[in-house]
């Protein structure tokens, strides 16, 4: 049984990977996002007390992949993962990643959690800003659990899936 917490910025192949792994251990996914939001209802920020109690019923499981940008208030998660994949990614690979995406679901080509807006993109830009401007404290905020994080780029990412 294995639980893997996974975290990086907007539009480092957090969903990416964790579909991959997911296929590759047979173990279920979420995203944090969809906690955190209500899709459902139109797109509703949730209360922190109802996206911890959804949260917290994910955690109930034997496995899980959990991916994410970091939010403290899932710090809970990181404390019962077996293993933290941290994936590192330039501020620029984001940027065109986040503006990829975007395109790509405004074409109708790529499903999407969030209707693709021009302030939906810009609400991305700006968290990729916020993500890279607040890095070191996340990093500072990481330290405890170091002895199982694992640092990722996109060729680690790639030798985790071929092995």
Known sequence: MKKIYIIGPVGSGKTT??????KKYNINRYELDKVSWDDDNGNIKRTDEEALKLFDEILENDSWIIEDVGRNKFKKGREQADIIYYIKLCRL????????RWLKQRLGVEAYNHPPTFKQLLYFISTVNSYYK????KLKEMKEFQDKMIFLNNKKIKNILNK
Not at 17 to 22: A, E, M, Q, R, V
Not at 93 to 100: A, M, Q
Not at 134 to 137: A, E, F
């Open 17 to 22: 990977f964790s579909k991959k792994l997911s």
């Open 93 to 100: 690979k984001s940027y065109y990643r986040v503006t990829k």
């Open 134 to 137: 607040n890095g070191k404290n």
